[in-house]
Each structure stands twice: as structure tokens, then as C-alpha cells.
């Protein structure tokens, strides 16, 4: 695989860790609606996020030749024509 997933699934949600943070809080505090909605924004990008990253993880990929072999080589001399 081009991609391996070598971390576990979240297991805490971004309202339970930004609950324990004081910069979250404030926010909180000082506008809560607002403080929700953009939470709920980013534990939505989060989980869209995780959900790609398991996506590349499970993609196998294979090529039939090597790129330089069906193409050629880009700094390879090419024959002169006159």
C-alpha cells in the first residue's frame, strides 16, 4: 500500500477535548452559539477526514509497467531526425 494507516479511530469526540480546553471555553463563554455551531463544523470535517484516510488506506494500486517504460524517460536521448 502507497498509504498506511497507522493511528487508531479518534475515540474522543472534539466537544469532549475542547471542553477540557481553556482557549475553547472562552469561545463557549463568549458566544455559545456560534462555539457550537463551528464544533459541529469541524467534528464534521473531522469525521469526513478519517473517512478518506481509511479510503487511500484500502486502495490497492499496481502498475503494469514502470512509468519510464511505457513513456519514456524524460532525460533520455532522443534519436535525432533530420
Do not use: M, N
Amino acid at each position: 500500500h502507497p498509504f498506511s494507516l497507522d493511528s487508531k479511530k479518534p475515540t474522543t469526540s472534539l466537544v469532549d477535548f475542547t471542553s477540557e480546553e481553556t482557549r475553547y471555553t472562552a469561545l463557549d463563554r463568549e458566544d455559545h452559539e456560534r462555539a457550537e455551531h463551528l464544533l459541529e463544523l469541524a467534528q464534521a470535517d473531522i469525521d469526513e477526514r478519517w473517512h478518506y484516510y481509511e479510503q487511500l488506506a484500502g486502495i490497492e494500486r499496481s502498475l503494469s509497467a514502470e512509468p519510464e517504460e511505457e513513456l519514456g524517460h524524460p532525460y533520455a536521448e532522443q534519436p535525432e531526425t533530420d
